[in-house]
């Protein structure tokens, strides 16, 4: 599939085929684009734990559940759930990863990289800084004891958390997978999955074959275009050139929007076939 029509056709799937699983190769080529998703500050912060449904207890199954994750649950054949190991930063602190990109030229020399730079200058004052920061945040519930983290620790792992989770969606699609990124019961995951305390949880992408049609009633509604981007300061709208939006509906990037017309007999249709209230 062309770049501009993954772009386009995303959705989020809700309705999948319970029936059909998601084939290995599948599955490992979504897991290494999310592998291959851009590091913040070169930290290797992303774990991730697969979870096939066939395998869960319809307790375990039942726990996980949401008041928004419900159906969902039962159909998804596999759930990928990501989290940023926050404790990556201390073993980052020899520079070694820094290095090795040194080393690999993604670090020009000409921008200043060295091996010198690093060890005097980016390590104590961006890593060791990251690290001892005095501004904190609790990591899970707010209690007295409970272990806190660099707020900014905190922000750079939820900003590698999205990127890698915007990798491993838009590569499903690519698959020809159907995807959403949705919410499961961390407490009851905590103990089925038993991941460190240090690893800050995010949203799991639900993973199968799509029930719906791939185009799912439409493109989603979005607020205007001058609403979120500006030009310089805010208040001043970007400028939005229609030629633009000609060429990229062309291209795939925008498309149809919803509602299509038949999506509610589509609804009615798929939800009967899956045995779901109509």
Same mark, same amino acid.
């Given at each position: 599939?062309?770049?501009?029509?993954?772009?386009?056709?995303? &959705?989020?799937? !809700?309705?999948?085929?319970?029936?059909?699983?998601?084939?290995?190769?599948?599955?490992?080529?979504? *897991?290494? =684009?999310?592998?291959? $998703?851009?590091?913040?500050?070169?930290?290797?912060?992303?774990?991730?734990?697969?979870?096939?449904?066939?395998?869960?207890?319809?307790?375990?199954?039942? $726990? *996980?559940?949401?008041?928004?994750?419900?159906?969902?649950?039962? +159909?998804?054949?596999?759930?990928?759930?990501?989290? %940023?190991?926050?404790?990556?930063?201390?073993? =980052?602190?020899?520079?070694?990863?820094?290095? =090795?990109? $040194?080393?690999?030229?993604?670090?020009?020399?000409?921008?200043?990289?060295? /091996?010198?730079?690093?060890? @005097?200058?980016?390590?104590?004052?961006?890593?060791?800084?990251?690290?001892?920061?005095? /501004?904190?945040? %609790?990591?899970?519930?707010?209690?007295?004891?409970?272990?806190?983290?660099? !707020?900014?620790? +905190?922000?750079? =792992? @939820?900003?590698?958390?999205?990127?890698?989770? @915007?990798?491993?969606? *838009?590569?499903?699609?690519?698959?020809?997978?159907?995807?959403?990124?949705?919410?499961?019961?961390?407490? %009851?995951?905590?103990?089925?999955?038993?991941?460190?305390?240090?690893?800050?949880?995010?949203?799991?992408?639900? *993973?199968?074959?799509? $029930?719906?049609?791939?185009? %799912?009633?439409?493109?989603?509604?979005?607020?205007?275009?001058?609403?979120?981007?500006?030009?310089? &300061?805010?208040?001043?709208?970007?400028? &939005?050139?229609?030629?633009? @939006?000609?060429?990229?509906?062309?291209?795939?990037?925008?498309?149809?929007?919803?509602?299509?017309?038949?999506? !509610?007999?589509?609804?009615?249709?798929?939800?009967? +076939?899956?045995?779901?209230?109509?």
């Amino acid at each position: 599939m062309e770049f501009a029509e993954v772009i386009g056709g995303r &959705r989020s799937i !809700r309705l999948f085929r319970p029936w059909r699983p998601v084939e290995r190769e599948k599955l490992q080529t979504v *897991l290494e =684009a999310m592998r291959l $998703a851009p590091r913040l500050l070169g930290l290797d912060l992303i774990r991730i734990v697969v979870v096939h449904r066939e395998r869960l207890s319809a307790e375990e199954l039942g $726990a *996980l559940k949401t008041p928004t994750t419900t159906s969902q649950l039962d +159909m998804a054949p596999v759930l990928i759930v990501p989290f %940023a190991d926050l404790g990556a930063l201390e073993g =980052a602190l020899d520079g070694a990863s820094l290095r =090795a990109l $040194a080393a690999a030229g993604a670090l020009p020399r000409s921008l200043g990289w060295s /091996d010198d730079f690093i060890e @005097t200058t980016v390590v104590p004052e961006v890593y060791r800084a990251l690290a001892d920061d005095e /501004d904190r945040v %609790a990591l899970g519930r707010r209690t007295e004891d409970a272990q806190t983290v660099s !707020r900014r620790l +905190m922000v750079a =792992a @939820t900003t590698a958390l999205g990127l890698a989770q @915007t990798h491993g969606l *838009l590569c499903a699609f690519d698959q020809g997978l159907g995807a959403q990124l949705s919410a499961i019961n961390f407490a %009851a995951a905590k103990e089925l999955l038993g991941y460190p305390d240090d690893w800050l949880p995010s949203s799991p992408i639900f *993973l199968g074959y799509p $029930a719906e049609s791939a185009a %799912a009633g439409g493109q989603r509604p979005r607020e205007p275009f001058e609403r979120d981007f500006f030009l310089g &300061r805010y208040g001043v709208p970007f400028p &939005r050139d229609l030629e633009v @939006t000609r060429q990229l509906a062309d291209e795939g990037v925008l498309q149809a929007p919803a509602p299509l017309p038949w999506r !509610r007999a589509e609804l009615r249709g798929v939800a009967s +076939m899956l045995g779901l209230p109509t």
